[in-house]
């Protein structure tokens, strides 16, 4: 029986086998990570440069920019590599540090715990405008931006310290496209995994807990924008929420549907293309969700790229 400390790379499931559509893989992932960098970049430049940006809401926005660009380079540049030069393999070290900032970034935690906290500042926003300043200022915001954060990273940490403990006896093929826990935990050959088990069922619990959160305080706020006399007024408000909770559906949507779907609908194709579907789409999407109806961060995305072409 052979344990972890055996093992010095894993083999990722490779998205084709044929030559051309390893190419064209590669180029299509090229393509979206450009649009990640392009569009995370453009929203963190735009928020540091331009100081009418600089209030609560899109200080969480450029936290949330610099999660997503964290992590689609988690995964996407490796799958790439391996694409391009036409190898599966990745090292152990390599696999526990995939697995570790995907987790950090993404899973349902620093980013899950950020989205939680945009839920508060819109209710706080909409249903408690008077006490907006005080709730929410500038040191409650970094506060609470290091809380996500500091959540994130021990989680992750956690996660991934423990399922690199287990050994492992079930080969070293990986049958996703990058490191992720649940993968893992089918080579283990100990009962030790329930261990894991039980805390990716505590941290289940914990971001449920995240999501009755941002529906109650949703419940709120579209009460209290239904009591909005003007109807510009109304939609000014749901302007500011209907991207977040678009960006909260993508993400809980593709999530739940790649890790609780049916037995019966698992393969190893549907499988790597569900798991493209919450760890690529989302990062990629988030910054056209949050620019597209919002005006005052399009016109300082604008002044930004035409300043930008004016000085050369």
């Not at 995939?98 to 950020?114: C, N, T, V």
């Not at 939680?116 to 915001?141: E, F, N, Q, W």
């Amino acid at each position: 029986m052979s344990n972890r400390s055996s093992i010095t790379q894993f083999l990722l499931l490779a998205f084709a086998d044929t030559r051309e559509l390893q190419l064209l893989h590669f180029w299509l992932f090229l393509g979206i990570y450009l649009a990640a960098l392009l569009g995370n970049g453009l929203i963190i430049t735009a928020v540091a440069w331009d100081h009418h940006l600089h209030t609560p809401m899109y200080f969480f926005l450029l936290n949330l920019s610099v999660l997503d660009l964290g992590s689609i380079s988690t995964t996407l540049p490796k799958s790439m590599a391996s694409s391009l030069w036409d190898t599966r393999t990745i090292s152990s070290s390599g696999c526990a540090s995939q697995l570790f900032f995907f987790f950090f970034f993404f899973f349902m935690s620093a980013e899950y715990f950020l989205l939680t906290v945009m839920a508060y500042d819109r209710y706080v926003a909409i249903c408690k405008p008077l006490h907006y300043g005080t709730l929410l200022g500038s040191r409650a915001c970094v506060h609470m931006a290091a809380a996500a954060w500091g959540s994130g990273f021990l989680t992750a940490l956690l996660h991934t310290a423990n399922t690199f403990s287990l050994p492992l006896c079930q080969g070293n093929a990986i049958y996703q496209f990058f490191c992720e826990i649940p993968q893992i935990l089918k080579l283990s050959c100990s009962h030790a995994y329930l261990r894991e088990v039980g805390l990716l069922v505590l941290t289940v619990y914990l971001l449920f807990g995240c999501f009755v959160f941002i529906v109650v305080s949703y419940v709120q706020i579209f009460r209290a924008v239904l009591r909005i006399p003007s109807e510009q007024g109304r939609h000014k408000a749901f302007s500011t929420c209907l991207p977040h909770l678009a960006v909260v559906s993508l993400l809980v949507s593709t999530a739940v549907f790649a890790h609780l779907k049916p037995p019966f609908l698992s393969s190893p194709s549907l499988d790597l293309v569900t798991a493209v579907l919450y760890s690529v789409v989302p990062p990629a999407v988030n910054p056209f969700i949050y620019s597209m109806r919002n005006q005052q961060l399009k016109d300082a995305v604008w002044k930004l790229i035409t300043g930008c072409f004016q000085k050369h």
